[in-house]
């Protein structure tokens, strides 16, 4: 069985010898909020606390974000963002390119 979010996070927070209140003061997350993600007792995350979690711990947001359960592609501009710094205007180029794409495969 894979390892919650929860469990995975709190590891690495483990690993890199942060205290919870360290990890809730680097990352703007309460404390409370903070705990409760660790202990898998909110049922889905913000995507912006899980980024700033993932960037804390020095762990892919990509991971992160799937051991979370986001998926699709409005959470893709979300991924961009975070992993990447991508601006809106390159989000939109990235679209821009998978539609065409998908055209492209629709087409006989």
Known sequence: MTESLGRYLE???VQAGHSLRHL???TGLSFSSLYR???DEVERPSAANLA???RALDLPVSEVFT???ITGLADLDTLLRAEYG???QAIAEIHAIIDADRQKGEQP
Request: hydrophobic fraction near 60%.
């Open 52 to 54: 700033a979690l993932a």
């Open 37 to 39: 993600i660790l202990n």
């Open 24 to 26: 809730a003061r680097v």
């Open 67 to 69: 051991r979370a359960g």
């Open 11 to 13: 590891a690495a927070r």
């Open 86 to 88: 991508l601006s809106d």
